[in-house]
């Protein structure tokens, strides 16, 4: 039997550790990409994408992104002629963004942000001694980030804030939690919801996932 191929990009710096609990029907086999380090600050986002795209050994693949990763595999989409592009906990355009990341754009505010604390992990757990919610999310850091590069984050943050794409592909499925507080799901617009799924429910939603995945690679919808 000839499987289809299905490719994950991860979120914003991390590993392709955060798809452990995703799994699929045997029709599919899945392969997972990794990110890599820009060439240099100013690397176009189709630019890396071009160089990611090398790693797709596939024919017709699926390609499923989470978050920035999500925005990868649309760029992704223009060099490789996938079957199906599926972004989880992400947006389709600039247009989705959140005020706070339009403000950013404008004012160039990503600039200040800082991605060096990033490396310092005894600064952030003091930072999270009194706060539970964010304690558990040091600890999901931790685990699951893979790139913590400053050159690369500061590449990241530039380059998502500055996508330059200002209408979503109608062929793109979105699936989006309702309580996402990266990427509010009131500035979206035709996209599947996930009940109760936030920013990180690839790893806390991955038993809805893995039940409704197949019907949405196969129809692009939930049935």
Known sequence: MNKIPVYFMPGLA?????????????????????????????????????????????????LIGVSFGGVIVQEMAGIVNARR???????????????RMQFAKKTH?????PTGILN????LRKLTMNNSVMAKRL??????????DK???????????NWDRCEPDPQVVQVHGDADEVFPPKYLDNFI???????????????????????????????
């Open 14 to 62: 991390a590993s392709p550790k955060i798809f452990e609990n995703i799994n699929l029907p045997e029709e599919y086999e899945c392969h997972y990409l990794s990110w890599i380090l820009p060439k240099d600050k100013n690397e176009t986002v189709k630019a890396y994408a071009t160089r990611l795209a090398q790693s797709v050994k596939h024919d017709d693949p699926v």
């Open 85 to 99: 592009v599926i972004i989880i906990s992400s947006v389709r355009c600039n247009t989705e963004f959140p005020k």
């Open 109 to 113: 505010a990503y600039r200040f942000f």
């Open 120 to 123: 310092k992990m005894h600064v």
């Open 139 to 148: 600890d999901l850091y931790e685990k699951f980030i893979h790139l913590r």
């Open 151 to 161: 050159k690369y984050l500061d590449w990241a943050f530039k380059t998502i804030i």
């Open 193 to 223: 919801p996930v009940r109760g799924g936030t920013h990180i429910m690839i790893i806390n939603k991955a038993k809805w996932l893995n039940k409704h995945l197949p019907d949405i690679i196969k129809n692009g919808s939930l049935g």
